[in-house]
């Protein structure tokens, strides 16, 4: 079986996205596949055609010179260059089976070519590119924009073989745009459960460069989107001050919202409590892990949230940590309250500090939350799990192609 993967960007760039498709790719190496990588002219960290990456070969889609574009031009053009790159390669490898990975701006090329060539393809959407650029502030929902995307997104999801999706809440999103149910498959995100172990003690020399000896640390580690909540954090962080003296707040990365939460903390009047270690090698990010008592996850409550399931949790309960998180629908497919982490009322600063309060307040509970986490991610949450459903899809398609 030969499958070509159409991805956005892959490592070397660090990702919820990257970090998902390797574990894709391991896991179907494993099950002995031939896979196949191309990525799309966003992916702009080589200027080489094919680049090899930890034993990884890419072949790149390099962006084209050009001058300013105008709006909605620049999409189109790269789409048009993708599928250019993405024929070649395909006509090159011969895939039983196109794999085209979100945003639907490289669906689009796949589904083109994969009909020019006779090769089915399908396509996984990890979240929507629309909800996505309301996100980054790109567009507004209900904008003409917004709903063009939209159509464009449903297109895609009608012209597909078979439809991937991350999680329960997008599956029912495209159900609601007219998609059989038994088009849709979902492959949910998942960890290398070998890769993770039980939280390790902290490194008192790194928290005390932190200035963080003798704290209770609650930690988040990852990018600084505003959809993450951070600003709730911060919000909330006078509250549990005023119980707790010793607790600080440890912020490990980067991202859009770094200066507004520098300023924010400012504001607050808790700037020294609160940690900013800006991003940190890939492989040192075991060592902050293990300086937090609790993460936090306080999403707010907006479409992409509620669809989609984030990866970062996973990792937490892969490792035994305890957790808090906003109640969005993405993070009840994962956690179970009182059971695997602790939820609470999305965007309620004082629900926030409270799940907080009580979850340090219970700490003769904490080995049974953090096993029953575990447990939870080897039993439900693995590659080999997740990946096993795409053989009866892939293999009808294959054998319909043949036939």
């Not at 939820?343 to 096993?371: E, H, S």
Request: hydrophobic share 40%; with cysteine; net charge neutral.
């Amino acid at each position: 079986m030969r499958i070509l993967h159409v991805l956005d960007h892959s490592v070397p760039l660090h990702s919820g996205y990257t970090f998902r498709t390797l574990a894709i790719l391991r896991e179907q190496r494993r099950l002995g596949w031939q896979t196949f990588h191309v990525t799309s002219p966003k992916h702009t960290a080589t200027r080489d055609s094919e680049e090899t990456v930890d034993g990884w070969h890419f072949y790149r889609t390099l962006v084209p010179s050009g001058g300013r574009k105008l709006p909605g031009l620049g999409e189109f053009e790269l789409m048009r260059q993708f599928e250019r790159r993405l024929r070649a390669v395909a006509q090159l490898v011969e895939p039983h089976v196109i794999h085209a990975h979100s945003p639907v701006l490289n669906a689009i090329p796949a589904l083109r070519v994969g009909k020019e060539l006779g090769i089915p393809v399908v396509y996984e959407v990890r979240a929507f590119w629309e909800d996505a650029a309301v996100d980054h502030g790109t567009t507004s929902e209900g904008s003409l924009r917004y709903r063009l995307t939209r159509q464009m997104e449903t297109h895609a999801l009608r012209r597909a073989a078979h439809v991937f999706t991350i999680c329960e809440g997008l599956r029912g999103d495209i159900a609601a745009r007219g998609i059989p149910a038994e088009k849709v498959t979902v492959i949910p995100n998942a960890v290398d459960i070998e890769k993770f172990e039980p939280g390790g003690a902290p490194d008192e020399a790194l928290k005390a460069q932190l200035g963080l000896s003798g704290c209770t640390v609650v930690g988040f580690i990852g990018s600084f989107y505003a959809y993450e909540g951070l600003d709730l954090l911060l919000a909330a962080l006078p509250t549990l001050l005023a119980r707790s003296p010793d607790l600080r707040v440890l912020l490990v990365g980067g991202g859009p919202q770094h200066e507004a939460l520098k300023a924010q903390a400012g504001a607050l009047g808790v700037a020294d409590k609160v940690v900013f270690t800006g991003r940190v090698p890939h492989d040192q990010v075991q060592r902050y892990y293990d300086l937090v008592d609790v993460l936090a996850y306080p999403r707010h409550s907006m479409r992409l949230t509620e669809l989609v399931t984030p990866l970062k949790p996973l990792e937490a309960m892969a490792q035994g940590r305890l957790l808090v998180a906003s109640d969005v629908g993405g993070h009840r497919e994962l956690i179970r309250h009182g059971e695997t982490g602790w939820l609470f009322d999305a965007d309620d600063t004082g629900a926030l500090a409270q799940a907080i309060v009580d979850l340090l307040a219970q700490r003769d509970r904490w080995p049974t939350l953090r096993a029953a986490g575990r447990a939870f991610v080897e039993r439900e949450r693995n590659w080999a799990r997740s990946v096993a459903r795409y053989r009866p899809v892939y293999e009808a398609l294959a054998v319909g192609a043949e036939a």
